[in-house]
Antibody, heavy 117, light 105 residues
Framework: EVQLVESGGGLVQPGGSLRLSCAASGFTFSDHWMAWVRQTPVKGLEWVAAINKDGGDKHHVDSLKGRFTISRDNAKNSLYLQMNNLRAEDTAVYYC??????????WGQGTQVTVSS | EIGLTQSPATLSLSPGDRATLSCRVSQSIDTYLAWYQQKPGQAPRLLIYDTSNRAPGIPARFSGSGSGTDFALTISSLEPEDFAFYYCQQRSPITFGQGTRLEIK
């Protein structure tokens, strides 16, 4: 059974940093592109970033470039999202997902990130 | 930027009814569109990809159609578990519609 389990969310002050993690199991992690997608009540679902199988090719949504960085560790079956200089508008549920042909087959349960003073 | 507009925002139907949800795209995307279902407190679940292909495990009552700029998700006979939010998504660039809430009448 495919499982994606996110962690690392929480409450952070504006300007702070967080690193989200996603532990994958039930499939060959290194064979798949992976992505982060976030969701807010106002903006809805928003693709954040994606990374190829070996981590050498990364894509980030233009509006977040320079603040968010996706990475992975295939030896640990893990996906990461480093988020710096966080703003109130980054408050969202962040999902880890398997990205295949730019669709999302499998999703984690999500982790809440709240940016507030 | 290509926009996706879903309609209606809310659809009120009864179990056994047929549901048709619409997704209109601001410019042609061929057939590169997906549909997701999301229930409260859960992650989205892929239902349909490339307009009309059901994802593994998705019941046959779910079907997708369309091409170019107009797409539809049809649920032939609503089951109680189908009442949820539904989102369309285009492939390139990756963007989502704002969703349709399918509620029990």
């Amino acid at each position: 059974e495919v499982q994606l389990v996110e962690s690392g969310g929480g409450l952070v002050q504006p300007g702070g940093s967080l690193r989200l993690s996603c532990a994958a199991s039930g499939f060959t992690f290194s064979d798949h592109w992976m992505a982060w997608v976030r969701q807010t009540p106002v903006k809805g679902l928003e693709w954040v970033a994606a990374i190829n199988k070996d981590g050498g090719d990364k894509h980030h949504v233009d509006s977040l470039k320079g603040r968010f960085t996706i990475s992975r560790d295939n030896a640990k079956n893990s996906l990461y999202l480093q988020m710096n200089n966080l703003r109130a508008e980054d408050t969202a549920v962040y999902y880890c997902a398997n990205q295949r042909y730019n669709y999302f087959d499998y999703w984690g349960q999500g982790t809440q990130v709240t940016v507030s003073s | 930027e290509i926009g996706l507009t879903q309609s209606p925002a809310t659809l009120s139907l009864s179990p056994g009814d047929r549901a048709t949800l619409s997704c209109r795209v601001s410019q042609s995307i061929d057939t590169y569109l997906a549909w997701y279902q999301q229930k409260p407190g859960q992650a989205p679940r892929l239902l349909i990809y490339d307009t009309s292909n059901r994802a593994p495990g998705i019941p046959a009552r779910f079907s997708g159609s369309g091409s170019g700029t107009d797409f539809a998700l049809t649920i032939s006979s609503l089951e109680p578990e189908d009442f949820a939010f539904y989102y369309c998504q285009q492939r390139s660039p990756i963007t989502f519609g704002q969703g349709t809430r399918l509620e029990i009448k």
